[in-house]
């Protein structure tokens, strides 16, 4: 069935550099990928939604200098984390609709998050 | 303005016993969807039902209902018979008709189920 593969499902990285996060879609064409940050005991927030070819659409809030999200293909969209900070340490989670009909009850498809730590 | 309210923070029974995770919800939209997941602590979300706003009926699955009432803006989930498994947090999500499935979050409800 359709799936989103998140990649890495954790990292851990150094107060400054770039955390580079991958969503593939897999048996199908995400043409919209949903971007969220979840705090710990909080629930989900969504950031940006991206779209194949275009400029990504942030929330208000969000620094889109910081979490730069690309889009090019139907099949991946990135978000990195440029000059991290502790306090970007989070959980990040897209999210892909699909609109075939085999997904109709479960139109969306989650990635399996990536838990970001900056020290 | 839309938004998914629920209630219940925190909810810990003992197993077997039945528990109710209520939601309710505002939009000014006629079709809409609402959805249920759970995320147990290893942090994926997993998808228990999606609801269409012009289906009333209630679901049952296993041990798992959901009970739809449009009159008062609701659609509570219920666990019979719960399990240690069953331990999570679930979280009520509301999509309108023209977003593309984009989701308004509930706060999510913690369930701890004690053997």
Known sequence: GAV???????????????????????????????????FPKQSLMLMATSNEGSKAT????????????????LTLST???????PEDSSFYICSAPNRDRSSYNSPLHFGNGTRLTVT | AQKVTQAQTEISVVEKEDVTLDCVYETRDTTYYLFWYKQPPSGELVFLIRRNSFDEQNEISG???????????????TITASQ????????????ELDSNYQLIWGAGTKLIIKP
């Open chain 2, 84 to 95: 240690v498994v069953d331990s999570a947090v679930y979280f009520c999500a509301l999509s």
């Open chain 1, 58 to 73: 942030y929330e208000q809030g969000v620094e889109k200098d910081k979490f730069l999200i690309n889009h090019a293909s």
């Open chain 2, 63 to 77: 041990r798992y209902s959901w009970n739809f009432q449009k009159s008062t803006s609701s659609f509570n989930f």
């Open chain 1, 4 to 38: 989103v593969s998140q990649h890495p499902s954790w990292v851990i990285c150094k107060s400054g550099t770039s955390v580079k996060i991958e969503c593939r879609s897999l048996d199908f064409q995400a043409t919209t990928m949903f971007w969220y940050r979840q």
């Open chain 1, 79 to 85: 978000l990195t984390v440029t000059s991290a900070h």
